[in-house]
């Protein structure tokens, strides 16, 4: 029915017509969920034609956004960086694009030896693209490179992003330790920033407290603990974690407490009690107990 239907708009229609582009683009669509080769080559065939009528009418608008998306996947999934590249060169910056296209396009621009490196128009870059998107992670991402080490141009830019997830905090984070390891203890401040917006967060909450115990700062560590064990009471890991800072502070007593209390958690647990009885009886064994010697009773406790 579809290629009657385009055997009807190619005889009567102009080939430059918008609606000859949507026939070729339902055609892709149902030659895109073949695997026969003959097919995956009259999509990719189909979906080009229709590339060429919106470029030249710049009638985007009207385009089968996710239909694109999909090519483009299957260029970069086969490794065909070049039709991708083509077919996102098109694309971004229309009405047709996502906040993806912004970053793949400069991802794979950046793939390239430098002095073959295109130069993009501005409604392609980045930066355009964080103006249409600024919660779009992957754009995020690609931006990080530019601003650091300055956290606080990049706090910033999570800040004017709005309404994000926690694993946006968490995640520009991870990058900054992965791609700037010098910096890591300055990415932090991505995390307090996260704390600010999230104060209940045990995704941030999880990374920050054994990440300052970390770099010794047992105060802070503690406190974000103990906030931490409020929000999720019922984890014994959590509950040794925040005893082992006490210690480490010389706060001996709230330590042996907290350490029974985790003890206690991972009995009440079932399944995890002997593995957590066996973690504490690992690491607090009598040859590592000289500094809680007059603490006999979580000794015996452990033991």
Known sequence: HCLQALDFFEKNFSLQDVNVAKVYEILAAFYSSSKAENDIEQFLCYVNKAVDIFETGDQWAQANASLYAFTVDYYLNNNLLDQARCLLSKITGTECSSGRDYAALEWLDSQLPEDERPKRPNHQSVDAGLQKYPDNLMLISRKIADYVPDMEKIISMLQMAGDIPTSHFTTVYD???????????????????????????????????????????????????????????????????????MLLQNKLDKGKNQLEEALQVAQSNNDEAIAAQRTLADEYDTSRLDFLKNSITITKVIC
């Open 175 to 245: 990058i900054i330790c992965r791609d700037f390891p010098r910096c890591r203890q300055a990415a932090i401040q991505i995390l307090r920033a996260g704390l600010q917006k999230y104060p209940d967060s045990p995704d941030i909450l999880c990374i920050l407290a054994p990440t300052l115990a970390s770099y010794k700062q047992y105060d802070d560590a503690a406190n974000y603990y103990h906030h931490l064990v409020a929000v999720l009471p019922n984890n014994p890991s959590l509950k040794y974690s925040y005893g082992k800072v």
